[in-house]
């Protein structure tokens, strides 16, 4: 294949255009921000869980407490109106002495009801706080990810920015060389993690920076200017320029 020294030459302007946009976007996959932010949204989602667990949790415990309540209440009223009957003087000797025993009984009841409400309140106080907790946790998660968010959408719009503006002359370069030229440049490219042309300087190939052997090297010199050379080791385009001299 042949073209034009000059030609040649603007290969290694779009390789270098091409090696910036290569590391444009591997950069876009390793902005620290993305896994951040993801780990982020992992313990967010996590105590996100944790908060439905503890309000379900509370939500029986209230429940409990109402029934506790409810049965110290229930004692309390029925007390009361024991206690006045009695307190009232109404009955027989004997309808008054079990009033009094059932008012022993249901004081009894009700300490050992009562006790029962003060467990049952303790571990709703318990459980309140432990909500309150990771309310206040849920909420400093949401911030760091609210702030992770931003820095990696700032880093991606700015490498983005950058994409943009180094891609901006490649169309133009690339239509300045010759389509079998152009071609080659891709397929090779594909082949060879991205790098397809370098220059070829000392003796050295800039692809896989291995010196060529003097064989090698003979044949590239006494190559025509407007031939297109090849690394023997890497299979890469080699750009002749004056700074091999």
């Not at 027989?92 to 009801?113: C, G």
């Not at 190559?223 to 090849?230: K, P």
Request: hydrophobic share 35%.
């Amino acid at each position: 294949m042949k073209a034009d020294p000059f030609v040649q030459a603007r290969l290694l302007e779009l390789q270098a255009l091409d090696t910036r946009l290569q590391q444009i976007d591997h950069a876009r996959t390793r902005v620290p921000q993305i896994a951040a932010a993801q780990e982020a949204l992992g313990r967010l989602q996590q105590v996100a869980d944790d908060v439905v667990r503890v309000e379900t949790g509370l939500s029986d415990i209230r429940r409990e407490v109402d029934r506790a309540e409810s049965d110290v209440q229930q004692v309390r009223d029925r007390t009361a109106r024991n206690q006045s009957r009695l307190d009232s003087g109404q009955g027989s000797a004997k309808d008054l002495q079990a009033l009094q025993h059932e008012l022993e009984s249901l004081a009894r009841r009700q300490s050992e009801l009562e006790d029962v409400e003060i467990e049952v309140m303790e571990r709703q106080e318990s459980v309140e706080t432990r909500l309150r907790d990771l309310s206040t946790q849920q909420a400093d998660v949401q911030a760091e990810v609210d702030q992770l968010t931003a820095e990696r959408d700032a880093a991606l719009a700015e490498l983005d920015a950058e994409r943009i503006e180094v891609a901006g002359p490649r169309d133009g370069i690339a239509g300045s060389i010759d389509d079998d030229l152009l071609a080659l440049y891709e397929r090779v490219r594909e082949h060879s993690g991205g790098l397809a042309a370098a220059e070829f300087k000392h003796g050295r190939c800039g692809g896989c920076r291995l010196e060529l052997n003097p064989t090698d090297r003979a044949v590239i010199e006494r190559a025509a200017s407007n031939e297109v050379v090849r690394c023997e080791e890497c299979t890469r385009i080699l750009v002749r320029t004056h700074s091999d001299d």
